[in-house]
């Protein structure tokens, strides 16, 4: 993982209501509508937080359709696991160096 990568993932879980979306998705998929309900949040703004945490790969979204044809959008938690320390850092920084020794030359 590069730093921005790094600062995606860390950007993504550092806002309070990401951490309110991961929290109802930790259950299970949600559409996309029921969970902007849960949440009391408009569907426009829960769409910018979804984008950002599927950038980050937090979560993942799934077009279906439902009993009527309609197209529903669902939404589920990816597994993942948060591990960080100095050396992680270190390394993700190290990897953008040697990446920009290489674009360079």
């Known amino acids: 993982m590069g730093s921005e990568e790094l600062l995606a ?3 993504a879980l550092g806002h309070p209501q990401r951490l309110r979306v991961m929290a109802e998705l930790a259950d299970g998929r ?10 009391g949040m408009s569907r426009p703004l829960l769409y ?9 790969g937090l979560v993942v979204g799934a077009l279906e ?7 529903l959008k669902y939404w589920e938690l990816v597994p993942f696991g948060l591990y960080l320390n100095a ?12 990446a920009g020794d290489k674009t360079d030359g």
Do not use: F
């Open 9 to 11: 993932l860390l950007a």
């Open 30 to 39: 949600v559409y996309v509508s029921e969970l902007a309900r849960r949440l």
């Open 65 to 71: 359709l439902g009993e009527d044809g309609t197209p």
């Open 87 to 98: 050396d992680i850092i270190r390394l993700a920084v190290q990897g953008d160096d040697a």
């Open 48 to 56: 910018m937080h979804l984008e950002r945490l599927e950038k980050a």
